[in-house]
Protein backbone atom coordinates (compact mmCIF):
# COMPACT_ATOMS: atom_id res chain seq x y z
CA UNK A 1 0.00 0.00 0.00
CA UNK A 2 2.66 2.28 0.85
CA UNK A 3 4.55 2.03 -2.24
CA UNK A 4 1.63 2.47 -4.47
CA UNK A 5 1.18 5.72 -2.76
CA UNK A 6 4.57 6.89 -2.91
CA UNK A 7 4.82 5.70 -6.82
CA UNK A 8 1.23 7.83 -7.10
CA UNK A 9 2.83 10.85 -4.94
CA UNK A 10 5.67 10.40 -7.61
CA UNK A 11 3.88 10.21 -11.04
CA UNK A 12 1.65 13.21 -10.14
CA UNK A 13 4.93 15.16 -8.93
CA UNK A 14 6.89 14.42 -11.96
CA UNK A 15 4.04 14.87 -14.59
CA UNK A 16 3.14 18.37 -13.34
CA UNK A 17 6.72 19.58 -13.40
CA UNK A 18 7.01 18.09 -16.98
CA UNK A 19 3.90 19.55 -17.62
CA UNK A 20 4.90 22.85 -16.17
CA UNK A 21 8.67 22.70 -18.61
CA UNK A 22 6.72 21.88 -21.65
CA UNK A 23 4.66 25.18 -21.22
CA UNK A 24 8.06 27.11 -20.01
CA UNK A 25 9.53 25.83 -23.25
CA UNK A 26 7.03 26.31 -26.02
CA UNK A 27 6.80 30.22 -24.17
CA UNK A 28 9.96 30.61 -23.95
CA UNK A 29 11.10 29.83 -27.88
CA UNK A 30 8.07 31.64 -29.06
CA UNK A 31 8.96 34.93 -27.06
CA UNK A 32 12.92 34.78 -26.94
CA UNK A 33 13.94 33.04 -30.94
CA UNK A 34 12.74 36.37 -32.26
CA UNK A 35 14.23 38.73 -29.87
CA UNK A 36 17.83 40.43 -30.28
CA UNK A 37 20.99 39.36 -27.93
CA UNK A 38 20.82 40.32 -24.53
CA UNK A 39 20.03 39.62 -20.70
CA UNK A 40 16.52 39.57 -21.57
CA UNK A 41 16.44 36.67 -24.31
CA UNK A 42 18.85 35.40 -22.20
CA UNK A 43 16.53 34.53 -19.18
CA UNK A 44 13.63 33.62 -21.30
CA UNK A 45 16.30 30.97 -23.10
CA UNK A 46 16.46 29.91 -19.62
CA UNK A 47 13.00 30.06 -17.87
CA UNK A 48 12.22 26.29 -18.82
CA UNK A 49 14.89 25.09 -16.30
CA UNK A 50 12.84 26.59 -13.38
CA UNK A 51 10.44 23.58 -14.58
CA UNK A 52 13.59 21.10 -14.87
CA UNK A 53 14.14 22.03 -11.41
CA UNK A 54 10.99 20.90 -10.09
CA UNK A 55 11.36 17.59 -11.73
CA UNK A 56 14.62 17.30 -10.07
CA UNK A 57 13.12 18.01 -6.77
CA UNK A 58 10.26 15.51 -7.53
CA UNK A 59 13.00 12.66 -7.85
CA UNK A 60 14.68 13.62 -4.71
CA UNK A 61 11.13 14.05 -2.85
CA UNK A 62 10.54 9.56 -4.60
CA UNK A 63 14.03 9.06 -3.72
CA UNK A 64 13.12 10.22 -0.09
CA UNK A 65 10.22 8.28 0.62
CA UNK A 66 11.16 5.12 -0.89
CA UNK A 67 12.49 2.16 1.41
CA UNK A 68 16.45 1.88 1.48
CA UNK A 69 16.22 -1.42 -0.91
CA UNK A 70 14.36 0.17 -3.68
CA UNK A 71 16.73 3.18 -3.00
CA UNK A 72 19.74 0.97 -3.78
CA UNK A 73 18.05 -0.93 -6.84
CA UNK A 74 17.58 3.07 -8.01
CA UNK A 75 21.46 4.32 -7.55
CA UNK A 76 22.34 0.86 -8.88
CA UNK A 77 20.43 1.62 -11.94
CA UNK A 78 21.41 5.09 -12.07
CA UNK A 79 25.14 4.51 -12.23
CA UNK A 80 24.99 2.06 -14.71
CA UNK A 81 23.21 3.78 -17.01
CA UNK A 82 25.90 6.89 -16.15
CA UNK A 83 28.42 4.33 -17.11
CA UNK A 84 26.50 3.95 -20.65
CA UNK A 85 25.58 7.63 -21.30
CA UNK A 86 29.65 8.11 -20.27
CA UNK A 87 30.99 5.68 -22.79
CA UNK A 88 28.45 6.31 -25.43
CA UNK A 89 29.16 10.14 -25.45
CA UNK A 90 32.90 9.71 -24.91
CA UNK A 91 32.97 7.17 -28.02
CA UNK A 92 30.97 9.75 -30.20
CA UNK A 93 33.37 12.61 -29.37
CA UNK A 94 36.08 10.23 -31.09
CA UNK A 95 34.00 9.95 -33.64
CA UNK A 96 33.18 13.70 -33.91
CA UNK A 97 37.10 14.33 -34.59
CA UNK A 98 36.97 11.87 -37.48
CA UNK A 99 34.45 13.72 -39.23
CA UNK A 100 31.10 12.58 -37.79
CA UNK A 101 28.47 15.68 -37.37
CA UNK A 102 28.42 17.48 -33.83
CA UNK A 103 25.46 16.91 -31.61
CA UNK A 104 24.25 18.96 -29.38
CA UNK A 105 24.43 18.86 -25.50
CA UNK A 106 20.90 18.02 -25.15
CA UNK A 107 21.77 14.66 -26.27
CA UNK A 108 23.75 13.65 -23.77
CA UNK A 109 20.38 13.69 -21.62
CA UNK A 110 18.69 11.92 -24.16
CA UNK A 111 20.89 9.14 -23.98
CA UNK A 112 20.86 9.08 -20.11
CA UNK A 113 17.67 8.43 -20.00
CA UNK A 114 17.60 6.07 -22.27
CA UNK A 115 19.85 3.84 -20.78
CA UNK A 116 18.03 4.63 -17.80
CA UNK A 117 14.97 3.02 -18.88
CA UNK A 118 16.77 0.32 -20.69
CA UNK A 119 18.76 -0.57 -17.48
CA UNK A 120 15.54 -0.74 -15.80
CA UNK A 121 14.16 -3.05 -18.29
CA UNK A 122 16.73 -5.51 -18.85
CA UNK A 123 16.95 -5.52 -14.60
CA UNK A 124 13.53 -6.25 -14.04
CA UNK A 125 12.84 -8.78 -17.33
CA UNK A 126 16.10 -10.65 -15.45
CA UNK A 127 14.63 -11.30 -11.95
CA UNK A 128 11.41 -12.34 -13.13
Known sequence: ??????????HS???IAIGIYAVLLVGSIKLARPMEDG????????????GFALTI???VRHVARID????LRML?????AFAIT???TFSYGFLETAGFPKVSMFVVWM????SWGVVNLVRAWSGR
Do not use: D, F, N
Not at 39 to 50: E, Q
Open 86 to 88: GAL
Open 1 to 10: MHEKRVARAY
Open 57 to 59: RAI
Open 76 to 80: ESIGI
Open 68 to 71: EYQR
Open 111 to 114: VMCA
Open 13 to 15: ELW
Open 39 to 50: TLRTVLLLLPML
